[in-house]
Nanobody, 116 residues
Framework: QVQLVESGGGLVQAGGSLRLSCAASGSGFGSYAMGWYRQAPGKQRELVADITSSGRTYYADSVKGRFTISRDNAKNTAYLQLNSLKPEDTAVYYC??????????WGQGTQVTVSP
């Protein structure tokens, strides 16, 4: 029903910023809850931030105050602004969409590496 493509990852020094984008193909974007997850090597995938179709946001405690999730429905794109990056933020970041009927769709992931 939808395909997700993440971009914007890269290598940045601690304290720096990145903006990740998640471009969605297909119809219905405005009705999907969108989320950003991350997975570090050897660790479980964890929810970083989520935004509902109505704009309600959630952030993991580890990123609260540093990251901002947003969406532009006209562009079928979700974003994650990562500020004040720390080495422990290093992970593959995945975009996710909750689509009908109670199915979660994943992008391919984009690598974020934060050097000390």
């Amino acid at each position: 029903q939808v395909q997700l493509v993440e971009s914007g990852g890269g290598l940045v020094q601690a304290g720096g910023s990145l903006r990740l984008s998640c471009a969605a193909s297909g119809s219905g974007f405005g009705s999907y809850a969108m989320g950003w997850y991350r997975q570090a090597p050897g660790k479980q995938r964890e929810l970083v931030a989520d935004i509902t179709s109505s704009g309600r946001t959630y952030y993991a405690d580890s990123v609260k105050g540093r990251f901002t999730i947003s969406r532009d429905n006209a562009k079928n794109t979700a974003y994650l602004q990562l500020n004040s990056l720390k080495p422990e933020d290093t992970a593959v970041y995945y975009c996710s969409a909750m689509v009908p009927f109670s199915q979660r769709i994943w992008g391919q992931g984009t690598q974020v590496t934060v050097s000390p």
